[in-house]
């Protein structure tokens, strides 16, 4: 294995593409000896999320874990230069239409409003096969949150409702085939996020009024692309 | 190893408590044969909850999963006398209070009203604790619902609530070591149903009124005592 340094999260999907895509793997549970092989999705896409992160290691990749563990991201990529790029994995059955959460809709609107650097941190998406013996890995994109989201035929923002209550943001089931479907630009998913927001109000007290959610996010935007 | 008739969910649990007690276990995940052990407790108890009802198997044990995979039980044990009994199983690490889910409050109110034989499934609770190379198997229950359930200093039944939304049932955290904490009945946890409904009253309005579900699933139990 020819460990060089890792200079940009599009190396880390380039390493990916190159030397996992179409492998093979499996996960095993032993007990007193007895060992069973696991299938089910919430197992394999939970073991990917912890291998893929020691799979980088091995490759040189400096990685910092968030310590918040329960928002995004999962970890900073820190590169030779001293620069560092937020990084979630996320995992689906690639038999089936991508529905994995990416981050509850309350949850994100918020974080984001504290953390505006999130609307650029990066995905990389893998899609699994189960198999007989384990799974493949047979799908890897690198995306950014506005190019795996985005509107369905009654929603601005694909997002799960339930009872009439927001729960998850999804991403649009189109983002590996037909990326058109997606979000062109942070601002346009900013958008979908305000448009959701008017249709679905928070029944929080505290929560941030969508006007000043906008300009924050807006402006961070702006700066950014100076 | 010898395998004879398993009859009832207590030769289940004895079953447990003498061949896995204070046994060691691990998880791998292998990738193009580069392997990982995982520690996480998210995928040590996914792996248990599939291992287990194998193991059981392998043991005689007839198993059924329950066709509503979102719903309780995990699945149903059949017995050689054609009888049949609910069982779920939860894990959480032993070295925390035990804080595993035992359902979501709305879904479990509608479920149990449907349902009302859910009232006396039954919960095989595993302690593990993780380890440099796995987790052992330190601590094995056999629960009812309302034998694993109590009271807080400031709630009726111990509730996950965020931001004034009631989320997830958790056990009493006391069900280990000081059962006098947990309800003594299953009359006592309906009770404590009702008046957290009172207290956290739903936005639903096809909410099964508290004095419909009382009358209910008190007339359940007073037919099933008979």
New interface residues.
Partial sequence: MNISAINSLNEVYQLAKE??SH??????????G?T?I?H?N??IG???Q??LP??FK?HGLQIEPNNRTQSFPDFFAIFPDGSREAMDIKCWNANNSPAFDIGNFNGLYTEMYNHPDHLFGKYLCIGYVPTNH?FT?EEIYLKTLWGITGPTDTKPLNVQIK?QQIYAIRPSSNFRKNSDKCFKSPKEFLKSMCETRNKYPSN?QDSIPVDKWYEKLGAYIDNYNK
Wanted: charged letters at 30%; one cysteine or more.
């Fill in positions: 030397e996992i492998k093979k793997g499996n996960i095993t549970i032993t007990i007193d007895i069973h696991s089910s919430d197992i939970n073991c990917l912890e291998w020691e799979w091995d384990g890995i009872k929080q």
